[in-house]
C-alpha cells in the first residue's frame, strides 16, 4: 500500500528552527518532494530529493533517508509569512505521479 | 516554464447539478496532467491523470470523470453532484522536468 505521515500540526515562534518530518512507505519511490500550500492558495513547489542527504535552499533544506523511508524540511529563522501548510510528497512511476501525505500546518507565533 | 489555468476560481450548485471544470496549460507540450481534490484541512487526492489525448487513468473509484479533447486541455466533469464532491480541485502538469505545476484551483460547494 501508499502511506505517507506527517504531523497535523505544528507551532514555532519567530526567528527559530523547525523541522517538520515525512515518513513514506511506497510501492515506489523516484523521489521525494515538499511543497508549500498557504491557505486558499495552489501548492508551491519547495524542494525535490531523489538522492540521500541534505538539499539546501535558503532558509529552507530537506533531508532524504531512502533506507529508512525518511524525510525532513528544516526551516530556519522563521518569519511570520512561513505559516501554512507544508507537503510531503512521493513521486512514484515514470507518469509524474504524486502522492501526497496529509500535511503539516505550521503556525509562527511572534 | 508551464502555466496552469483553472476556472472558475469558486462554485457553488446545487446537488444532482452537473459539473465541468476546464484546466488548460501553456509553455509545454505533451505534459501529463493531473486532478487532484483536497478536502478540508486534508492532503492532496490524485483524481485522474493523463499522459496524452483522449488516455485518462482514473485513480479512485467516484462520481466523477476526466476528459483531455486536447493536448493542452483537461476537464473534470459530473453529471450529478453529490454533498462528498466538494473540495478544492487542482489541475496539475509535469512537463519531463521533475517538478509539477499547480493551478490556482478551484473551490467547490456542493448545497
Known amino acids: 500500500g501508499q502511506n505517507i505521515d506527517q504531523p497535523t500540526e505544528m507551532t514555532a515562534t519567530e526567528g527559530a528552527i523547525v523541522q517538520i518530518n515525512c515518513t513514506y512507505q511506497?510501492?515506489?519511490?523516484?523521489?521525494l518532494f515538499w511543497y508549500q500550500q498557504h491557505a486558499g492558495e495552489a501548492p508551491t513547489f519547495l524542494s525535490y530529493?531523489?538522492?540521500?542527504g541534505l538539499e539546501e535552499k535558503g532558509r529552507f533544506s530537506s533531508f532524504l533517508s531512502r533506507s529508512k523511508g525518511y524525510s525532513y524540511l528544516l526551516l530556519k529563522e522563521l518569519q511570520m509569512k512561513d505559516s501554512a501548510s507544508y507537503l510531503c510528497?512521493?513521486?512514484?512511476?515514470?507518469?509524474?505521479?504524486?502522492?501526497f501525505g496529509q500535511g503539516t500546518t505550521l503556525q509562527v507565533k511572534p | 516554464s508551464q502555466t496552469i489555468h483553472q476556472w472558475p476560481a469558486t462554485l457553488v450548485q446545487p446537488v444532482g447539478s452537473p459539473l465541468s471544470l476546464e484546466c488548460t496549460v501553456e509553455?509545454?507540450?505533451?505534459?501529463?496532467l493531473y486532478w487532484y481534490r483536497q478536502a478540508a484541512g486534508r492532503g492532496l487526492q490524485l483524481l485522474f491523470y493523463s499522459v496524452g489525448i483522449g488516455q485518462i487513468s482514473s485513480e479512485v473509484p467516484q462520481n466523477l470523470s476526466a476528459s483531455r479533447p486536447q493536448d493542452r486541455q483537461f476537464i473534470l466533469s459530473s453529471k450529478k453532484l453529490l454533498l462528498s464532491d466538494s473540495g478544492f480541485y487542482l489541475c496539475a502538469g509535469y512537463g519531463g522536468k521533475y517538478e509539477q505545476y499547480f493551478g490556482p484551483g478551484t473551490r467547490l460547494t456542493v448545497t
Open positions: 510528497a512521493v513521486f512514484s512511476g515514470n507518469t509524474g505521479k504524486l502522492i
Open positions: 509553455g509545454t507540450s505533451n505534459p501529463n
Open positions: 530529493n531523489v538522492l540521500d
Open positions: 511506497t510501492s515506489g519511490f523516484n523521489g
